[in-house]
């Protein structure tokens, strides 16, 4: 039976979108903390690197729970454990204290991938990649409003406003869940913790589906964080200047690619996936033409965000939707793997932009993001062509 109802699925998408959010918050503030704290920029970027360090531990000690126990309770543990956490980031006057409070906070937000894995059980087999599209389309929402908000409110109150407004409004998130959000099926993994944890990197080792399509988030993350982990740096500098409010506007376009490729589920369930990835690795490639005349042309670099944006979300829908097609049994081991390939890319992307930004500037950053989406797309064509040669091969054998 389905319990998974339009407002229950939006509810989820709603939790995802503030749980996300709590990563990328910094990304628009990264120059006002690295004042008050006075860390030089060319390190700046551990600060998106220990929230996705965080994150990427979290993937595989806490995700893989939600094969084990109740996902309600986990996330409502989650939310409130996550509240305490940015807090603590508020209030942090040290660099190490800081970097540690975000390391929590990441830590924390994989509450996202358990509420994608509860969503991909509660919906019916017909309808479970439209319900994960709709869910993680709330992630990539969260993702970008987090620097449109982050940015408005440190304008108004300072960098450390943002944290304690976000603590409260997972606190409230975490009551109505309490009140509305289904129990879902009993979980069928009985085996000890530690055999968990060991059966998530079995799959890799076993699963040739989450090997390809990890490598696929690695990458498409990589870029991603490139570029919106330091688009802040030339927007907010000569002879552009916005301010917080201004550079988090350009999350709209972000949305607006996020919102078009939300079907991107319902193609996977149509049989479509491998050719949406590869349509969408390309567009990602030739976005980083338009990003890199951002001193030219805010319009043309406006472009290259909506286009990276919706080829990312395109991506990243349908990796999740062909891993979990038939497999609920397993969804959180599974998104938690999957998910710990995005933070990985995710962390790398952020450090490597701050580095690359501070020696050579905005072109080399728009280069390095240019290299990564294409070896993404090469590596898609290497498999279709692997694919292809063993569909002749398999069709020799049977005509012989």
């Known amino acids: 039976m389905n319990s998974l109802t339009r407002w229950i699925t939006l509810l989820l998408a709603a939790t995802c979108a503030m749980a996300v959010a709590t990563v990328y918050f910094a990304q628009p503030l990264l120059e006002s903390i690295a004042a008050d704290l006075g860390v030089p920029q060319a390190r700046i970027g551990w600060v998106v690197g220990a929230t996705q360090a965080g994150y990427a531990l979290g993937l595989i000690l806490i995700v893989p729970l939600g094969d084990l126990f109740d996902r309600k309770r986990l996330v409502l543990g989650q939310l409130l ?11 942090a006057q040290d660099w190490a204290v800081l970097l540690a409070a975000l390391a929590l906070v990441g830590l924390m937000a994989v509450m996202v991938q358990v509420m994608v894995a509860h969503a991909a059980t509660l919906a019916s087999p017909a309808e479970q990649g439209q319900a994960v599209g709709t869910v ?25 406003s943002v944290y304690f407004v976000a603590a409260g409004s997972l606190l409230l998130m975490a009551l109505v869940l309490f009140y509305c959000l289904p129990t879902g099926p009993s ?7 530690v055999a968990l944890i060991n059966s998530l990197f079995s799959l890799y080792r076993e699963d040739r589906l989450l090997r390809r399509r990890g490598l696929f988030g690695l990458l ?16 907010g500098s000569a002879p552009l200047t916005l301010s917080h ?14 919102l078009a490729a ?6 996977a369930d149509q049989g479509l996936g491998e050719r949406t990835t590869g349509l969408a690795l390309a567009l990602l490639t030739l976005s980083w033409l338009p990003t890199a005349f951002v001193g030219q042309s805010l319009i043309a670099f406006t472009l290259g965000v909506l286009m990276l944006d919706f080829a990312v979300q395109a991506v990243h829908v349908t ?32 450090v490597v932009a701050s580095w690359v930004y501070a020696r050579w500037g905005w072109h080399a950053v728009c280069a390095s993001g240019m ?7 090469v590596y898609w064509l290497w498999l279709q062509t692997e694919r292809a040669a063993s569909a002749a091969l398999h069709c020799n054998d049977q005509n012989l």
């Open 245 to 258: 409010t201004e550079i988090g506007l350009f999350g709209l376009a972000g949305i607006a690619g996020t």
């Open 81 to 91: 454990v996550a509240a305490l956490a940015l807090v603590a980031v508020g209030l």
């Open 220 to 235: 498409i993350f990589a870029a991603f964080s490139v570029l919106w982990s330091s688009m802040v740096l030339p927007l």
């Open 262 to 267: 939300s079907r991107a589920g319902r193609w």
């Open 187 to 193: 979980p069928a993994h009985r085996s000890s913790y």
């Open 136 to 160: 993680t389309s709330g992630v990539v929402l969260g993702i970008l409003l987090a620097r449109l908000v982050s940015g408005a409110l440190a304008d108004v109150a300072g960098w450390r």
């Open 371 to 377: 290299a990564i989406s294409a070896v993404a797309l």
């Open 319 to 350: 990796n999740q939707s062909l891993l979990l097609a038939g497999r609920a049994a397993m969804a959180s081991r599974l998104i938690g793997a999957y998910m710990c390939c995005y933070s990985i890319g995710s962390g790398l992307g952020a």
